[in-house]
């Protein structure tokens, strides 16, 4: 063989190209091109991808005709649940409250975050201080009756039963009346009278 032949086989071949299937590439097709050249697919090959935790799914479907593999990704049903707990507790706190009652009525319903006052009146005061609320009756009270077993106090006076009575106007026990202008014994006898030792003694 001529050398100038032997030369240009050897060129020939050094000049050829070949395409080799690699990481992730399922195969290489050559076609011969209209005009005549190589024409090389390269086909890739489906991929994988999984969850790096549990608190997410990856799901793979099957390849399609173009060797495409889509995955998708949701949260895991537990990481679905644990949410779900937060917003039900949020909806709980946004939607419910507290309400106060008292010996009459009721408060408001109150959201977390609101202020609720406890308030006195003429004979109770109230302090709040740190993370409690006092509630102290004042030493000195305004009242309009006190009731101790049959013993009555209010604005008219004393009262002890039905008969015995302190007012502004003097004492009454019964029918018999002691006040500033003298004693009404109510035509009773007075009894136990010492002598008397000077002009002006009752005897």
Known sequence: MPPATNQLKQQSAAARTEVAAGTNIKDVVKTTGANGQDVYT????????KAGSDKVTVTASAEDANNVTDCSIDLADNTKAEIQKGVDAKTTVDTKGLTFNGDSGSTNVEKLGSTVTVAGDDNITTEAQDDKVT???????????VKAGDTTVNNDGVKVGDDVALTQDGVKAGDVKLTKDGLNNAGNKVTKVADGTDDTDAV
């Open 135 to 145: 509630v102290k009756l004042n030493k000195d009270l305004v009242v309009d009756s």
């Open 42 to 49: 390269v086909n890739a090959k489906g991929t994988t991808a």
